[in-house]
């Protein structure tokens, strides 16, 4: 009953109809599976953890790109940009639980760490959407026009500020939250997509899908003071959870790079990956990194000890997000 409230208390928000999907009974324990967006085929694949196999998938919405938990985790929101619509799924089961409609072009969302706002890029619409967030309610505060090709967002850790990546324009943008106004732009590479801030936000770190590095950028002063060489098409982050590295997917190359952020260089490279590494999850412990290769309709299996790819799980056509519950926290 409680979720149904709060579905119905996000649809009134809107000024939108929630419908609430069937939810049916896990095969795996609960928090054991993984979700897989498969962006071309409008689908999701539901994944065990321990068998390394698949087990469902169903239809969501018109290209899932990007999910994210919600602030309490007791939803996990896919976000479907061409089908206009987020659709809320149960974290530990991925069982569908709601879904709003209307909601145009949501590619790529977040939520801010005060959990006050929630962002959604509009990547066709140039264009960025800020909503406050209350704990269960969201309300509009600003549609921001901005081009070109918002992709990639990423939050300072007061909550102020909102970075932005512009894959066309080649630039990254700043975003004031509280009054939802683009406050400065920068150009800092070739087709500029995920975005990271290194610890205490000292600097940005800026992916280049359409070169081989990440740009380190002292936002500050909106200066590129360094670039940290990786492979072709540089694209999306993931903390390894040890507060001192994080990785790099590099589409192009098929390849992950590993990141020290105090240092700012590249400290090793996972290699003999499938085609098109994306996005990446890392195991509670902190030993697997599972990885969607965009390029190859599969999601792969590393082992971070070894640095080798040891199993591949077929999925659907272009597979992007991916998330468990049970995973290693993003610092």
Known sequence: MRKLLIAASLAASFGLAALVGPVRAATPTPDSVVVVLNSAD???????????????????????????ATPDNQSLIVANSVGNNLVFLDPKTGQIQRKIENIEDPYQIGFSPDKKWFVANALRLDRVDVYRFDGKNLSVAQRIPIKKMPSHLVFTQDSKLVFISLQESNEVAAIDLATQKVIWKM???DSPAGVWLTPNDKYLLVGMTGADYAAVVDWRNQKVVKTIPTGKGAHNFRSLADGKHVLISNRVSSTISIIDQDALTNVGNITGLLPGPDDMELTADKKQLWVTFRWARKVGIIDLASRKLINTIPVGRSPHGIYFYDRAPVL
């Open 187 to 189: 150009k800092v590479g």
């Open 42 to 68: 409008a689908s999701v694949s539901l994944i065990d953890k321990a068998t390394q196999k698949v087990i469902q998938t169903f239809p969501v919405g018109k290209e899932p790109h990007h999910l994210m």
